[in-house]
């Protein structure tokens, strides 16, 4: 059964980086059929599609968070992983990491069970 | 970016009850339209994807209709476990988006 985990370092301050991993077990996240993406949830809003990377490095983001979003994968550790930049209040969320599988589009088939971030000072 | 409206924003149920959850896009989407179910503290489940096929061990108690902007979850028979947030979600085009959620309580 393919598990996806997310960790992360825990609060972030305001205009600092947030750093997220997401491993992988019982699945190869090396598989061409596969994609690997993030997504988030703000306390009482909806779900945010954040991005999401191919194996072998093609990335796809949300032009809303663009310019501050990084996605990369290390299929030697089964990992990818999340950066997002300049942080403020508004990226407070869980985020969550998902496999995505494309059939009639990009569809998230397993998911990760999130992780609180919190920015604040 | 593709508008999603999901109605109601919650609804109270009884278990045996049949319920349905609206989703209407803010444009075409043909039959780009999954359905996610989110249980506090637990790894999100996909239910529903293509507008009505039912992913592999999600009861056939669930199921999917719609086409074009309008689209509906019916869960048959509700059992104690499927209190929950539902979400919808268009695959038609980038930037993916998703409803803003039912919350089914008892």
């Known amino acids: 059964q393919l598990q996806l985990q997310e960790s992360g370092p825990g609060p972030v301050k305001p205009s600092e980086t947030l750093s997220l991993t997401c491993s992988v077990s019982?699945?190869?996240?090396?598989?061409?059929?596969?994609?690997w993406g993030w997504i988030r949830q703000p306390p009482g809003k909806r779900l945010e599609w954040i991005g999401h990377?191919?194996?072998?490095?093609?990335?796809y983001y949300n032009p809303s968070l663009q310019s501050r979003v990084t996605i990369s994968v290390d299929t030697s550790k089964s990992q990818f992983s999340l950066k997002l930049s300049s942080v403020t209040a508004a990226d407070t969320a869980v985020y969550y990491c998902?496999?995505?599988?494309?059939?009639?589009?990009?569809?998230?088939?397993?998911w990760g069970q999130g992780t609180q971030v919190t920015v604040s000072s | 970016d593709i508008q999603m409206t999901q109605s109601p924003s919650s609804l109270s149920a009884s278990v045996g009850d049949r319920v349905t959850i609206t989703c209407r896009a803010s444009q075409s989407i043909t039959s780009y339209l999954n359905w996610y179910q989110l249980k506090p503290g637990k790894a999100p489940k996909l239910l529903i994807y293509a507008a009505s096929s039912l992913q592999s061990g999600v009861p056939s108690r669930f199921s999917g209709r719609g086409s074009g902007t309008d689209f509906a979850l019916t869960i048959s028979s509700l059992q104690p476990e499927d209190f929950a947030t539902y979400f919808c979600q268009q695959s038609y085009t980038t930037p993916l988006t998703f409803g803003q959620g039912t919350k089914l309580e008892i």
């Open positions: 998902a496999r995505i599988i494309e059939a009639w589009g990009y569809n998230f088939d397993y």
């Open positions: 019982g699945g190869s996240i090396g598989s061409s059929a596969y994609y």
């Open positions: 990377i191919y194996y072998s490095g093609d990335t």
